[in-house]
């Protein structure tokens, strides 16, 4: 499976960097805009991933990067409003 990066011919860290950087803007404007927001209730699950090979399947020749990748989020259900995310 061809990652992103290698889809558009530059490298992963190339990549994370352009993605970290571009997230900076939304992240900013949902700082500013969203101020003693008030919730009630909170629903939170994870998501469960890999990042190039399921965990059962890595060996010592792959890179530390290979694993199972776990993310939660909070969200409030009435706005649908991600409050809080974490990997």
């Not at 939660?72 to 706005?79: E, N």
């Amino acid at each position: 499976m061809a990652t992103a990066a290698a889809v558009a011919g530059i490298e992963e860290n190339t990549a994370s960097s352009l993605l970290a950087e571009i997230g900076e803007g939304p992240a900013a404007l949902l700082r500013s805009r969203f101020r003693d927001f008030d919730v009630s209730h909170l629903e939170v699950d994870e998501v469960w991933t890999f990042v190039r090979k399921k965990q059962r399947r890595v060996n010592a020749a792959d890179p530390d990067r290979a694993k199972d990748a776990y993310f939660y989020i909070a969200l409030d259900p009435a706005t649908r409003l991600v409050v809080a995310c974490a990997s």
